[in-house]
């Protein structure tokens, strides 16, 4: 969630740009992963580049791509690549587009402090959250039914976790707007588990745990907070973040783009608990 002074930085550039040049305002929005590691990075290029006025919305990949596509955003954040679909839109509609892998996610699986287990299987994520009637059972000694906190249909994350693990979520999971709400209902649920991106665990909090992942019984377990393991590509759940890019905005974006490449943004994409990929990727779309 968007801190006080982050939303009023957005709203003193929208109100100056308003009055000013308005090629360089900047348009974002999508994924819910990265709205907050995006708004950071404004926040920190916007000193250097006073000319620019930035505005970073979430919403959700889908969203975000949607926006591009109806010409309502110069970049989108996704949490995911473009789906064959969306590819056949942008197409048809002769739109160009630059794709950026910026950073890395690894996306955890949280608990209540009070569940007893501190590792889980894949196999064992398949079935609590596919199934409707999972119970805690199957890895404690406690029988209690499993709550499951995902997101919706239109989020990144929900369609990496679904596709990742092969399933279709269970009809009983509660679908909420973003990582921060799932953090919250997991506080306050000692049946629930959810998924969000580990960049929202930063700073951890006593009241929830991240579970170390192991890819099969027997296999070591890693967690998504243990940084070597990410960079060593050990963890089950990371994934690319993405930023989608109308070619025509391209001269107007490129050095918003460049600075998160540079020392600086990568800086910020550390301090802000992601990762900055080994390779970073930037090709043309047709």
Known sequence: MMTYKRILVSLMVLITSACGDNRLLIKIKGSDTEVNLVSTL?????????????????????????ALLNGQADIANSSRPLTPAERRLFKAKHMRLIE?????????????????????????????????????????DTNLPVTIYG???NSGTHTFIKNKLGINFSSKT???????????????????????SAGYLKNNDSQIKALRVSPAKG????????????????????????????????????????????????????????????????????
């Open 219 to 286: 296999k070591p377990a890693v967690s998504p907070l243990e940084e070597k393991a990410i960079l060593e590509n050990k963890y089950f759940f990371q994934r690319p973040l993405y930023q989608f890019i109308r070619a025509d905005s391209w001269p107007k974006v490129r050095a918003f783009i460049e600075f998160e490449k540079s020392g600086p943004g990568k800086a910020v994409i550390k301090a802000s608990g992601y990762y900055f990929p080994p390779k970073a990727v930037a090709h043309i779309q047709l």
């Open 100 to 140: 950026i892998v910026f950073a890395e996610d690894a996306t955890a699986f949280i608990v209540n402090r009070q569940q007893p287990i501190d590792t889980i299987t894949v196999s064992d994520l398949r079935t609590l959250l596919s199934s409707p009637s999972a119970n805690w059972r199957l890895l404690t």
């Open 42 to 66: 404004a926040e920190k290029f916007h000193p250097g580049h006073p000319q620019y006025s930035i505005a970073v919305s979430g919403g959700g990949s889908g969203l975000g791509i949607a």
């Open 151 to 153: 997101r919706q249909s």
């Open 174 to 196: 509660i679908e909420m707007n973003g990582n921060a709400q799932i953090i919250q209902g997991i506080k306050q649920d000692h049946s629930g588990i959810g998924y969000v």
